[in-house]
Nanobody, 121 residues
Framework: VQLQAFGGGLVQAGGSLRLSCAGS????????VGWFRQAPGKEREFVARISWNGGVTYYADSVKGRFTISRDNAKSAVWLQMNSLKSEDTAVYYC???????????????WGQGTQVTVSS
């Protein structure tokens, strides 16, 4: 499975962005997918995850109620809709995939390259 994340950019605080994670490979639809982020000088942290069929989602407390993860396996795509953005959301965002929705948080098997999100205050 290969992943490519894109859609980052510069946005003002309170604004919105939608990140996309494009997957390739016949088995992409069988993988759980997660979004992570890494701010300068900080460790990479979990943001959100979604099960293979989209039926189960989970969010970090810091983004709950503001971010929404979704997917369309027919399009081999996972999205992260980010609303009410704050300066502390500034980071490089990565998508990752794993065989289970739990392991995608702790032991992702595949990573995409990052996309920069910058929120100006």
């Amino acid at each position: 499975v290969q992943l490519q994340a894109f859609g980052g950019g510069l946005v003002q605080a309170g604004g919105s962005l939608r990140l996309s994670c494009a997957g390739s490979g016949r088995t992409f639809g069988s993988y759980a997918v997660g979004w992570f982020r890494q701010a300068p000088g900080k460790e990479r942290e979990f943001v959100a995850r979604i099960s293979w069929n989209g039926g189960v989602t989970y969010y970090a407390d810091s983004v709950k109620g503001r971010f929404t993860i979704s997917r369309d396996n027919a399009k081999s795509a996972v999205w992260l809709q980010m609303n009410s953005l704050k300066s502390e959301d500034t980071a490089v965002y990565y998508c990752a995939a794993a065989t289970t929705v739990l392991s995608v948080t702790t032991r992702p098997e595949y990573w995409g390259q990052g996309t920069q999100v910058t929120v100006s205050s």
